[in-house]
């Protein structure tokens, strides 16, 4: 079959007028099919960050419920007779609360959340209260838990649901009811009200979760945000961190041991971001562990994702620390690795921590194939530590994917020094961070093409776009992931994975930004970069096809008028997907060659991700500003394709 026979040229609007602008031509051999992309090419990497845990994707809307923040009531105000006790019933969370009514008769004696930032409550929506609770000196207590408005105005009463309870034990009992929700509130509150006849009462562990979690979980997750993550059909989900893996210092590094096991025993740790910027400084920030390693091990199945923990290489965060586990005495940190591959994947009959993961309801693996060790480290203390953890994992779990670090940049000292390392190592993967302003973004178009095909693969673990001074989630930015992405595909063989960095952040709470999705507490958006990666995601295809333009890639170069391409093939859907991305300010044309069976140009999926200003961003009030647009067209023989200024482009055909 001649070559010549199958080229096929198109154009967007057949008679556009292009102005001076050539025709740029894309060569695409469909008849050749390159790497084969894998399932984990495109994922979401997970921080609690932002609150992206505790008062974000975690459902818990209430704060301290187990009074074990150092200031032990911080988010409660307590009123009338409340007394802190701590010989609680859980041994890890000792701390709970005396209510006993005042003894002036009129007063009354209670306490109120605030959640964080306040408890969104849905109008009409379920809520599912529980607490621990008992009567110390016998009798029977009874209280009030009422769903509050505080900023009730006029005629209104505050609650807006409530409830009584009754106890009549001695002995500790969890106590569980329903509430519903009568209004909309963005910032309401929680309040426990003790009767003026009640006996003293003992509360601990005080729960509120809406019963509409993401798959109906009691621990369970916000389900927007859980099903926005979903939405992202991730092939790889990274977690827990991040900067909290490292810990300010040591002691609040990750812990997953920790985190797992009954809610109400799991200690709490204090959010290294807590103490990362005075400017945007939240005294209050704390991890419940709520969310813990079985819940991300337990969502990385639900949304298809194959989880990719990161554990502490015994170096606490390098930038504000030099708290280091002595190499000699790393062994508790290298058991928590091979402990995690046990509760991950091990036999229950067998294995301790894999019982603690069938107590929790998942008896079956959860089949994890990759582990990261260290997150943003450096200098020769990171290769020293690494090193045993590599020995000890190969020796005993020799299918196990290692994942190294090149340290916090993209380019430089630590990250020059730190590439031979992980070669050295034989890890399988090297960890790459780049959060990088847009004039480094239009010059990495072509950063993988000559990478070395020898030794470690690439997982580009955290990135994101900061337009200089200006850092925030507008259109731009998410332009440029885009265009810099072509450049992940194009070499799939290479960059085995690659995660946007962060992925939430709550609008009031916030230490660090762009991120990929914003919320407060009953609603969210989609960032123009959330739908960066949802565009790729969907459109990984299951080839790399060589898509070039004058032999060379279509990067971003000199020559190039700011267009980024690549392509792949569908074998599924037997579909070649072209992706284009026009970084500059004007209309540019293309035509595709393609060698290979004919493409029918009949009904060509095409989807555009363009927003009427550079600056133009999603957000709360109007979050479906710039959204994705579909539209099927249909084309001819030798028409030229237009991509209107600064617009990445999804074409998608089918095969005839
Ligand atoms: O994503 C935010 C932070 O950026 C991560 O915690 C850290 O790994 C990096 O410095």
Redesign the pocket.
């Known amino acids: 079959m001649g070559l010549l026979k199958y080229i096929a040229s198109l154009t967007l609007v057949a008679s556009v007028a292009i102005g001076n602008a050539q025709t740029h031509v894309f060569d695409v051999k469909t008849n050749k099919l390159g790497t084969e992309i894998p399932q984990t090419m495109y994922g979401i990497?997970f921080?609690d960050?932002n609150y992206g845990a505790d008062g974000g994707l975690y459902g818990e809307l209430i704060k301290n419920r187990s009074f074990e923040f150092p200031q032990n009531l911080m988010g409660w105000m307590s009123f009338g007779d409340v007394k802190l006790q701590d010989d609680g019933p859980f041994e890890r969370c000792p701390h709970y609360v005396r209510l006993s009514v005042c003894k002036e008769a009129s007063k009354w004696t209670g306490l109120q959340n605030e959640g964080y930032f306040g408890i969104g409550y849905l109008k009409g929506a379920d809520y599912r209260f529980s607490v621990w609770a008992r009567v110390p000196n016998g009798g029977t207590a009874q209280f009030k838990a009422q769903l509050i408005d505080p900023s009730t105005m006029g005629e209104r009463q505050q609650y807006l649901g409530e409830t009584t309870i009754t106890v009549n034990s001695k002995e500790w009992k969890k106590y569980e009811c329903t509430i519903k929700c009568a209004d909309l509130v963005e910032k309401g509150s929680f309040r426990i009200l003790l009767d003026h006849s009640s006996s003293p009462v003992d509360l601990e562990h005080i729960s509120l979760f809406p019963k509409d979690t993401y798959k109906g979980d009691d621990n369970g997750l916000r389900k927007d945000l859980a099903e926005a993550l979903e939405q992202l059909h991730p092939g790889v989900f990274r977690f827990p961190?991040?900067?909290?893996v490292e810990g300010a210092e040591l002691e609040s590094r990750y812990q997953w041991k920790n985190s797992v096991g009954p809610v109400e025993n799991r200690p709490l740790n204090e959010n290294r971001w807590l103490h990362s910027f005075d400017n945007r400084l939240f005294p209050d920030y704390f991890q419940s562990y709520g969310l813990g390693f079985y819940e991300y091990f337990r969502l990385s199945e639900e949304i298809g994702a194959e989880p990719l923990p990161v554990l502490s290489v015994g170096l606490a965060c390098q930038y504000q620390s030099k708290n280091h586990q002595p190499v000699d005495q790393l062994q508790p940190y290298i058991d928590d690795a091979l402990d995690l591959i046990e509760f991950a994947n091990g036999d229950p009959a067998q294995n301790k921590w894999a019982k603690v993961r069938a107590d929790m309801g998942h008896p079956a693996p959860f089949n994890l194939k990759y582990i990261a060790i260290g997150?943003?480290q450096w200098g020769p203390e990171f290769p020293v530590r690494l090193k045993p953890f590599v020995e000890q994992i190969r020796a005993k779990y020799p299918n196990i994917q290692i994942i190294g670090s090149a340290g916090?940049d993209s380019e430089g000292e630590k990250y020059d020094y730190l590439w031979p390392e992980m070669r050295k190592l034989k890890v399988d993967l090297v960890d790459e961070?780049f959060?990088r302003n847009e004039a480094w973004f239009r010059q990495a178009g072509n950063r993988y093409d000559n990478y070395s095909r020898k030794g470690p693969k690439v997982f580009a673990g955290?990135y994101a776009c900061h337009i200089d001074g200006k850092k925030w989630n507008q259109f731009q930015a998410a332009l440029f992931e885009a265009a810099f992405m072509t450049n992940l595909e194009r070499n799939a063989d290479i960059v085995r994975m690659a995660t946007y960095?962060?992925l939430f952040a709550h609008v009031e709470g916030w230490q660090?930004r762009p991120d990929a999705i914003w919320f407060n507490n009953t609603q969210k958006f989609n960032t123009c970069s959330y739908y960066v990666q949802q565009l790729y995601a969907t459109n990984k295809g299951t080839h790399v096809l060589p898509l070039t333009m004058k032999g060379k890639p279509v990067a971003g170069n000199a020559d190039q008028d700011g267009l980024f391409a690549s392509a792949v093939y569908d074998k599924n859907q037997q579909m070649v997907i072209v992706k284009v991305v026009n970084t500059s300010d004007k209309e540019q044309s293309f035509l595709l060659q393609q060698q290979g069976k004919p493409l029918d140009l009949g009904k060509v999926e095409v989807t555009t991700l363009r927003a009427d200003h550079p600056e133009a961003e999603n957000s709360l009030d109007n979050p479906t500003r710039i959204v994705p647009v579909s539209a099927v067209k249909s084309y001819k023989m030798g028409d030229d394709l237009a991509i209107p200024a600064n617009t990445f482009m999804v074409l998608k055909f089918h095969r005839k």
């Open positions: 990497f921080e960050i961190g991040g900067c909290v997150n943003e916090p961070h959060y955290e960095a962060p660090w």
